[in-house]
Nanobody, 126 residues
């Protein structure tokens, strides 16, 4: 069972940047696609970004295209989410997740992901 721990959240002003990290342990990280999701207060969790197991395929929600970049370092068992030009509407708890199946294509469906981290809070002030 893969265990995930997110970090890097915090309070930032609109227009600022944050880099979230998600460290994985207990599994073969390099074989699995990874995803970032977020949940704002009172709203359902939504897809943010995904990256395939080898790191050469990514996909983003429209809300983050051009501002967010997902990447991974398989040597460090870590996936990152670089967030630039942050907006107040980006305020949410951000979760990373690992795909259920090895060597799967990058996907944005929550049901395709098995293990989830505990989340890290991102707050963007106006």
């Amino acid at each position: 069972q893969v265990q995930l721990v997110e970090s890097g959240g915090g309070l930032v002003q609109a227009g600022g940047s944050l880099r979230l990290s998600c460290a994985a342990s207990g599994g073969t990280f390099s074989s699995y696609s990874m995803g970032w999701f977020r949940q704002a207060s009172g709203k359902e969790r939504e897809f943010v970004a995904t990256i395939n197991w080898s790191g050469d395929s990514t996909d983003y929600a429209d809300s983050g295209k051009g501002r967010f970049t997902i990447s991974r370092d398989n040597a460090k068992n870590t996936v990152y989410l670089q967030m630039n030009s942050l907006k107040p509407e980006d305020t949410a708890v951000y979760y990373c997740a690992v795909h259920k199946k090895p060597f799967a294509i990058a996907t944005h469906r929550e049901a395709d992901f098995g293990s989830w981290g505990q989340g890290t809070q991102v707050t963007v002030s106006s």
